[in-house]
T-cell receptor, first 114, second 112 residues
Framework: DQQVKQNSPSLSVQEGRISILNCDYT??????FLWYKKYPAEGPTFLIS?????DKNEDGRFTVFLNKSAKHLSLHIVPSQPGDSAVYFC?????????????FGDGTTLTVKP | DVKVTQSSRYLVKRTGEKVFLECVQD?????MFWYRQDPGLGLRLIYF???????EKGDIPEGYSVSREKKERFSLILESASTNQTSMYLCASSPGQNYGYTFGSGTRLTVV
């Protein structure tokens, strides 16, 4: 049973437009959510996170929205830039786990066209 | 600049060999993790450790073991390598709950 799902394997947007990446989860114990970006031949890099007590968190061009009732979160990138082209992973962790271990989705490959 | 260093970027091993993947972090983090990344399967947790000599199984521990004798070092051991363990292996660390991970660059392991 996959507890974190990213249903879109890929997304293509034009430079300057908004990129919206989506993520759904099934485990109601998850209370902390994260997004990572991964370039080829590199490890993932932490991007932004949100606690379940919030519904929005913003950091520059990146905003994460959390809808707890729908068990859905999304990452908005505005404006999108060619350097944002990467694989984006959604991850979630639960407070009752040792080390705050995270469960990851399969990833969405974002391509931003100049 | 904080770092997680994985000892090898690429490894080729033979079926049945015992394989050691080493990971070192310089951030004094409590928690360390081993994931593997496979196409279409995302990142799957193999093992993790929340203190020296403390370890816990992740979602896919079969065929693997780990060692954490010192806080900064977390080793992944493939007891008898098999072709289905060909994968990208990623080590990560974090200072505690509700923190993002810092990942290493990964080790691409091929078992032939």
């Amino acid at each position: 049973d996959q507890q974190v799902k990213q249903n879109s394997p890929s997304l293509s947007v034009q430079e300057g437009r908004i990129s919206i990446l989506n993520c759904d989860y099934t485990n109601s114990m998850f209370d902390y959510f994260l997004w990572y970006k991964k370039y080829p031949a590199e490890g993932p890099t932490f991007l932004i996170s949100i606690s379940s007590i919030k519904d929005k968190n913003e950091d520059g061009r990146f905003t994460v929205f959390l809808n707890k009732s729908a068990k859905h979160l999304s990452l908005h990138i505005v404006p999108s830039q060619p350097g944002d082209s990467a694989v984006y992973f959604c991850a979630a962790s639960a407070r009752n786990t040792n080390a705050g271990k995270s469960t990851f989705g399969d990833g969405t490959t974002l391509t931003v066209k100049p | 600049d904080v770092k997680v260093t994985q000892s090898s970027r690429y490894l080729v091993k033979r079926t049945g060999e015992k394989v050691f993947l080493e990971c070192v972090q310089d951030m004094d983090h409590e928690n360390m993790f081993w994931y593997r990344q496979d196409p279409g399967l995302g990142l799957r947790l193999i093992y993790f450790s929340y203190d020296v000599k403390m370890k816990e199984k992740g979602d896919i521990p079969e065929g693997y073991s780990v060692s954490r004798e010192k806080k900064e070092r977390f080793s992944l051991i493939l007891e008898s390598a098999s072709t289905n363990q060909t994968s990208m292996y990623l080590c990560a660390s974090s200072p505690g709950q509700n923190y993002g991970y810092t990942f290493g660059s990964g080790t691409r392991l091929t078992v032939v």
